[in-house]
């Protein structure tokens, strides 16, 4: 995420680190959508189950897929219209995000030859500062170093959503072959569509759980600025956290930690990736399928 100039617009107001925790509730809280619809078909026919006709299961997984992407959406929107965007430009992430130089331009609104002079030596400096080991901010796109790093979390996050639950003494299986065959068994022949509707329904819970860690570590990492605060993966601790509690109660021991370590993990990858939303969804969809 980086600091970005505020709209021309009559109530435009900075983001401050109340307004992103409210970000990241909201993303938590739209997640809640899928107890509605639940609580809907409950209303009207009396009983919930956990499959429902191949037609029917096909509109509530993707209709709910899509409408948790254009909330992920709008969130983003709105982020941007205070000042905040989290999903910077390919040359946004050359550079460190200065929260301070942010401020000031979105007060002044404009900025003279000197500063912009003094802004391109800081920039320099401040890449030349990315690429040595222990420097903190963004991550510009060559620097292989950092993503062998995301990538290491990446498939350690995959392997302990495998292994974990089997340590723990869940069964032993791989979740989205499981979930394929649970459909076939249902829906026979036709179970690779239901497979499709139930991809389209985790990528936009990814979404959400992206938008939950990526603005949850920014409203806890502008409040507490101690030395070595921005190596810390708050936003995945607290996405862990949430999320776990939610696994808990829905399956338990083993998938309330598997849960827990896998959005910590995130977290880092998050930080790593200089707090970009759009790695940190990508991530989260290809770490989720695995939980």
């Known amino acids: 995420m980086r600091r970005i100039g505020l709209p021309e617009i009559w109530d435009a107001r900075e983001a401050d680190p109340g307004f992103m925790a409210s970000?990241?509730?909201?993303?938590?809280?739209a997640l809640g959508l899928e107890l509605v619809v639940s609580g809907t078909i409950l209303t009207l026919t009396g009983a919930v189950s956990a499959f429902y006709p191949l037609g029917w299961q096909v509109v509530e997984w993707v209709g709910l897929g899509a409408l948790w992407v254009l909330l992920a959406r709008a969130l983003?929107?709105?982020?941007?219209?205070r000042?905040?965007?989290?999903?910077?430009?390919?040359?946004?992430?050359?550079?460190?995000d200065d929260d301070a130089a942010g401020r000031a331009d979105a007060a002044?609104?404009?900025a003279d030859a000197a500063a912009d002079r003094a802004d391109?030596?800081?920039?320099?400096d401040r890449a030349v500062a990315d690429r040595t080991p222990g420097a903190s901010?963004?991550?510009?796109?060559?620097?292989?170093?950092?993503?062998?790093?995301?990538?290491?979390?990446?498939?350690?996050?995959?392997?302990?959503?495998?292994?974990?639950?089997?340590?723990?003494?869940a069964p032993w299986g791989l979740a989205p072959l499981d979930r394929y065959l649970q459909l076939f068994d249902v829906y026979g022949p036709l179970g690779w569509l239901a497979m499709v509707a139930w991809v389209c329904y985790l990528v936009g819970r990814s979404f959400l759980v992206a938008g939950l860690l990526a603005y949850s570590h920014r409203a806890i990492r502008e409040v507490l600025t101690f030395r070595g605060s921005q190596w810390v993966p708050w936003g995945g601790l607290v996405?862990?956290?949430?999320?776990?509690?939610?696994?808990?109660?829905?399956?338990?021991?083993?998938a309330a930690l598997t849960t827990l370590l896998s959005c910590v993990l995130l977290g880092v990858i998050h930080v790593r990736s200089g707090e970009s939303l759009r790695v940190t969804t990508l991530f989260t969809v290809l770490v989720l399928i695995f939980v």
Do not use: K
């Open 23 to 29: 970000l990241a509730t909201f993303s938590f809280v």
């Open 76 to 81: 983003v929107a709105w982020s941007r219209r």
């Open 83 to 96: 000042g905040v965007d989290p999903l910077p430009s390919e040359d946004a992430l050359a550079g460190r």
């Open 108 to 110: 002044t609104g404009r």
């Open 120 to 124: 391109a030596a800081a920039s320099r």
């Open 137 to 169: 901010g963004p991550y510009d796109a060559v620097d292989h170093r950092r993503w062998r790093e995301i990538l290491l979390c990446f498939v350690l996050a995959v392997v302990l959503a495998i292994v974990l639950p089997a340590l723990i003494g």
């Open 239 to 254: 996405a862990g956290l949430a999320m776990g509690a939610v696994a808990f109660l829905a399956g338990g021991q083993a």
